[in-house]
C-alpha cells in the first residue's frame, strides 16, 4: 500500500499569513493512465471530509483560490495564502492512483 | 444535487453485528463505484470497503476482511455495510463516499458505530 506522510501534523497559524502542509508517498503516484490522482481534503470540526483539491492541482468548484495544490511524483504540497478563520480544522492528503486508496495522517490547522 | 444519508448506527456490544445504510439521491447510482470510509474518535480518515457500480466486485480493508461485507441495491440507490464480529477498535463514525477517478467528490454525513460492553 502506498503510506502517505504529511507534515506538519499541527500548524498553529495567525489570520492573514500563508499555510503549507506537505505529503508524500511511499511510491510514485503517476497512474497507468499517466494522471496523478493526489487529493486534499478539509473537515472541519464536527463536519465530514469536503474536496479541495483533486489530480494535484484542480480546485473543486467554490473553493476559494486562496488554496492552491502542486507536486509530482511523491512530494505535494496543499499551500493556503491568507488563512481565513472557517480555514480551521483538519486537512488529509488522499492518493487515488494505487489500489488500496489511502489517506495521510492529517494536519490540524489552528489559529 | 448529490446527497448520501447514512443510518443503522448505534452502541453495540463486542462480537454483536450492525447493519449500515447510505441511501443516495442526485447521480447515477448504477454506474457509480461506492466506498465505506470511518474515522475513529479524534483519529485519521481509514478506508473500509469498495464495491463496484456492477455489484460484483468487492474489496475489504485487511482489519474487516472476513468480519465485514458491502453489498448494494441498485433499485433502492443504496449502499449497505454489513459488520459482524465487531471489536473495540471498529468504534468510528462511518462515512459512505462517492468514487469517481481516483477520488471521493461526496461524502455521507456519517453514522456513528460504537462498540462497548
Known amino acids: 500500500d502506498a503510506v502517505m506522510t504529511q507534515s506538519p501534523l499541527s500548524l498553529p497559524v495567525t489570520l492573514g499569513q500563508s499555510a503549507s502542509i506537505s505529503c508524500r508517498s511511499s511510491q510514485g503516484l503517476v497512474h497507468s493512465n499517466g494522471n496523478t490522482y493526489l487529493n486534499w481534503f478539509h473537515q472541519r470540526p464536527g463536519q465530514s471530509p469536503r474536496r479541495l483539491i483533486y489530480e494535484v492541482s484542480k480546485r473543486d468548484s467554490g473553493v476559494p483560490d486562496r488554496f492552491s495544490g502542486s507536486g509530482s511524483g511523491t512530494d505535494f504540497t496543499l499551500k493556503i495564502s491568507r488563512v481565513e478563520a472557517e480555514d480551521v480544522g483538519d486537512f488529509y492528503c488522499?492518493?487515488?492512483?494505487?489500489?488500496?486508496?489511502?489517506f495521510g495522517q492529517g494536519t490540524k490547522l489552528e489559529i | 444535487e448529490v446527497q448520501l444519508v447514512e443510518s443503522g448506527g448505534g452502541v453495540v456490544q463486542p462480537g454483536g453485528s450492525l447493519r449500515l445504510s447510505c441511501i443516495t439521491s442526485?447521480?447515477?447510482?448504477?454506474?457509480?463505484?461506492m466506498h465505506w470510509v470511518r474515522q475513529p474518535p479524534g483519529k485519521a480518515l481509514e478506508w473500509v470497503s469498495l464495491i463496484h457500480d456492477s455489484g460484483r466486485t468487492t474489496y475489504y480493508a485487511d482489519s474487516v476482511k472476513g468480519r465485514f461485507t458491502i453489498s448494494r441495491d441498485t433499485s433502492k440507490k443504496s449502499l449497505y455495510l454489513q459488520m459482524d464480529s465487531l471489536r473495540s477498535e471498529d468504534s468510528a463514525l462511518y462515512y459512505c463516499?462517492?468514487?469517481?477517478?481516483?477520488?471521493?467528490?461526496?461524502w455521507g454525513q456519517g453514522t456513528l458505530v460504537t462498540v462497548s460492553s
Open positions: 442526485g447521480f447515477p447510482f448504477d454506474t457509480t463505484d
Open positions: 463516499a462517492k468514487d469517481y477517478m481516483g477520488s471521493y467528490t461526496h
Open positions: 488522499m492518493q487515488g492512483s494505487h489500489w488500496p486508496y489511502t
